[in-house]
Every structure is written in structure tokens, then in C-alpha cells.
């Protein structure tokens, strides 16, 4: 195929460069591979979801997950938590034609999910052309370059070219694409794609057993506390019972070993506690009911309506995953140290469905006003509502891409 002129010319700079070292590639799987491009940690972790999914309904699929220049320095803990999923991240930080034939001719990707408009033409048309299907999701106008005489740049518009599906993140981007002569049965607007969750599962006996006993009491849920964490939180739930007596807070540890701290630590301040799995008596006067096993938080998330997510108070936290408690239908507060999952925080916090609170009195004061159920119902549902808002998105990709597996599988017997 010829190469437009931009393209062309990108290339063939491109050619002059030096070519970076790399480091020695692991061997490549037998079988099936399907290659996720991430240009934003958040899209990491959507692509790792997807991944998880798609190798539990499909045996053999094998994937190599890659993301770009922005995200490998920057974004250590997203990297790390992604390898730890679904294996290795590999990190494409230049777009030089030997680096990427390297590359392509090692890793022989059957299908490209690339998501997000920073493309790397060299790599993009590099893979078409060796016969990869490629499919471009949760690209928006934004990210796409562009010329001063017209909306995209003399390199991007080929290189979209190569896409054999375009999944828009609205109508408008769409719309766009198909004037500048992108074909139009290849394009669709399908929203953005974001992590969704997982929620923690949770016995029906255990849900049925915690809702009789807690039922009549107002409660909220001190997720995942780290130890510098139990005195301001507890000082916090005794200034909330000052305006909501009955008020019950159920603290979970991040460390079990913090449970003897936890009970000092209610003893102190005052607090009557029961140990749930202590088979302490629950009663009216008791105040705080403590939970050693984050295992249990599947339960508590279903139960309470508002959760505070430990590990972001102290200035060198880095914060735990939202989402799960968010699926579940729990309004959310957090601290300011949230490093770690700083983009779903502000995803949240942006739709009304999280809440940062910096100390004890704005802990107890967040708790107060939330305690009035159509506040925390009104969080609730903005966070299940993001959670869920690119479920679409995702089915659809995964039965776009188990088509085109099919497909390929299908014509590679019929040559056999």
C-alpha cells in the first residue's frame, strides 16, 4: 500500500532517528493473542477488567497489555497493579520503525484493542499492514491532532484509517470522523471506557443474618483502616453519636493485627464495641461493631449506605480502590492521600458520589449530614451510575473481539 504523503514523510523521519535499545522480550504464547493499548491509567485498569473477562469465557486467548510513554513513568502503581492481574505491561515509548518491526514480528498480535487517541502511526499501520485487526475505542475529539487547515492532522487521518472499527466516545466525535471520509459503517459512538468493578461476593446467609440483627440501626462502615487511621475515625464516629445516638459504626482493619488497637483505641474514647466474630452480644448500646477481616467487606458494602475508604488520611497513604464499595451501593468519603487511584477518586468525586474529607471534624461532619438517608441514597446512585455508565462498552468489545477470534479461527482451519 502506498503511504500518503504525511504519513510517508513521518516515516521516513522517522527512519533517521536513532533506534532506542530494548530489552529482551519474553517468548511469545502459543495461540490466539490479543494486544490492549492503554493511554491512561485509567484505561489500564478498564483493559485489565476486560482482559479478566474475556480469558474466563474464552480458554487459550493469551494477552499482552502495553501502554504508552505518558503512562509507564508516571504511573507505577497502576502498572504494577495491572501486571498483577493479568501478567506483564510492556511499555511502548518510541514509535521507531525498527523498534516497532521488532516488535510486530515477535509478538504476531492477532487483534488490537487500542484506547485513546495518543496513536503511534509507525505502530499502528506497522500492525495493519502485517494483518492485525485493529479496533480504536474511547477515542474523543480532544485527543486527536490537528492541522491549521482542517480537523485533523496529515498523519492522524491515515492512520485512522487503518481501524477496522472506531468506537467514539459520543455522537459529535463520530460525526466529525465520518465528514473528514473515515467510513462510516466502521464508526459508532459508544461512550467511554472506564473501570468498572468487580463487587466482593457475599453468602446469602451472611446478608440475611447481619440484615435481621442490624436492620432497625443507622450504620456506616470504616473500610480498610490503617493504624494511624483508628483514632481520628473513632473520634469521628463519637462526635456523629453527639446529633444521631444510634448511630453504629463497623470498623474494618486493613491489618488484623490491628483489632486489639481498635478495641483499646473504642475503650478509650469511651465507645461500648462488639467483635463480630468474636460472637460478642449486638445490642442497642453498642456503638461500634469491629470486623478483623476485610474478607467480610462484600458484606459490610452491601450493608452500609456510607463508607469511608481507609488508607488516605495519613500524608504518606496511597489509598484503596472505590469501586467496589461503589457497585454495591455505598455512598463514599475518603481522605486526601489517594495517589494510587487518584483518577476514579476525582471520577467520583466529580459525579457527586464521593466526598473528600481532610480530619476528624470533617469526617464527623460529612457522617452527620450523610446519616439522613436520601443524601447518601442520592451519592449512591450517581456512583453505581458511573460505575456502570461503560458496561455497554465493554460487552460490546468483548463480543467484537470473540467474533473476530471466531472468525480467524474459522479461516485458519480452512487453510489447514
Do not use: K
Not at 501502554?67 to 506483564?88: D, F, I, K, M
Not at 444521631?244 to 493485627?257: G, I, S, T, Y
Not at 486526601?336 to 487518584?342: E, I, L, Q, R
Amino acid at each position: 500500500m502506498r503511504l500518503p504523503l504525511g504519513l510517508a514523510a513521518y516515516r521516513a523521519l522517522s527512519w533517521r532517528a536513532a533506534q532506542p535499545a530494548q530489552e529482551p522480550s519474553a517468548p511469545r504464547p502459543e495461540g490466539a493473542l490479543l494486544w490492549l493499548h492503554a493511554t491512561s491509567a485509567e484505561r489500564l485498569a478498564a483493559l485489565a477488567d476486560l482482559g479478566q473477562r474475556l480469558c474466563a469465557q474464552r480458554q487459550g486467548v493469551n494477552l499482552l497489555l502495553t501502554v504508552n510513554a505518558a503512562v509507564a513513568p508516571t504511573e507505577p502503581a497502576a502498572l504494577h497493579t495491572a501486571s498483577g492481574r493479568v501478567g506483564p505491561v510492556l511499555a511502548l515509548t518510541s514509535d521507531h520503525p525498527g523498534l516497532i518491526r521488532d516488535f510486530l514480528n515477535h509478538w504476531r498480535p492477532d487483534i488490537c484493542l487500542w484506547t485513546g487517541g495518543d496513536l503511534m502511526p509507525n505502530l499502528i499501520c506497522m500492525a495493519a499492514e502485517q494483518g492485525t485487526e485493529m479496533i480504536l475505542a474511547d477515542v474523543n475529539a480532544a485527543s486527536l491532532p490537528r492541522r491549521r487547515g482542517g480537523w485533523l492532522s496529515d498523519v492522524t487521518g491515515p492512520c485512522l484509517m487503518r481501524f477496522d472499527a472506531i468506537l467514539t466516545d459520543t455522537a459529535e466525535t463520530a460525526t466529525h470522523l465520518r465528514r473528514l471520509g473515515l467510513p462510516g459503517r466502521r464508526i459508532a459512538a459508544m461512550g467511554r471506557l472506564s473501570t468498572g468493578a468487580s463487587p466482593p461476593p457475599c453468602p446469602d446467609t451472611a446478608l440475611n443474618a447481619a440484615t435481621q440483627l442490624l436492620a432497625a440501626r443507622p450504620l456506616w462502615l470504616a473500610a480498610l483502616l490503617d493504624h494511624d487511621e483508628i483514632a481520628p475515625v473513632l473520634a469521628a464516629h463519637r462526635d456523629a453519636l453527639r446529633f444521631q445516638h444510634r448511630l453504629l459504626l463497623v470498623a474494618v482493619p486493613a491489618d488484623a493485627d490491628d483489632t486489639a488497637n481498635l478495641i483499646a483505641t473504642a475503650r478509650d474514647n469511651g465507645l461500648r464495641s462488639a467483635d463480630w466474630h468474636g460472637g460478642d452480644p449486638i445490642g442497642e448500646e453498642t456503638q461500634i461493631l469491629i470486623c478483623d477481616d476485610s474478607g467480610d467487606l462484600g458484606l459490610w458494602y452491601r450493608m452500609a449506605p456510607l463508607t469511608f475508604i481507609g488508607g488516605s488520611l495519613r500524608p504518606t497513604a496511597r489509598g484503596n480502590t472505590p469501586y467496589e464499595a461503589t457497585a454495591l451501593g455505598s455512598a463514599l468519603l475518603y481522605g486526601p492521600h489517594v495517589a494510587d487511584h487518584a483518577a476514579a477518586y476525582a471520577r467520583l468525586a466529580e459525579a457527586g458520589a464521593a466526598r473528600c474529607v481532610r480530619d476528624t471534624a470533617s469526617l464527623a461532619a460529612a457522617v452527620i449530614q450523610l446519616s439522613a438517608p436520601d443524601h447518601a441514597a442520592a451519592m449512591a446512585l450517581a456512583g453505581w451510575e458511573t460505575v456502570t455508565e461503560s458496561a455497554a462498552l465493554t460487552d460490546h468489545l468483548i463480543e467484537m473481539i470473540q467474533d473476530r477470534l471466531d472468525q480467524r479461527e474459522a479461516a485458519a482451519h480452512a487453510r489447514a
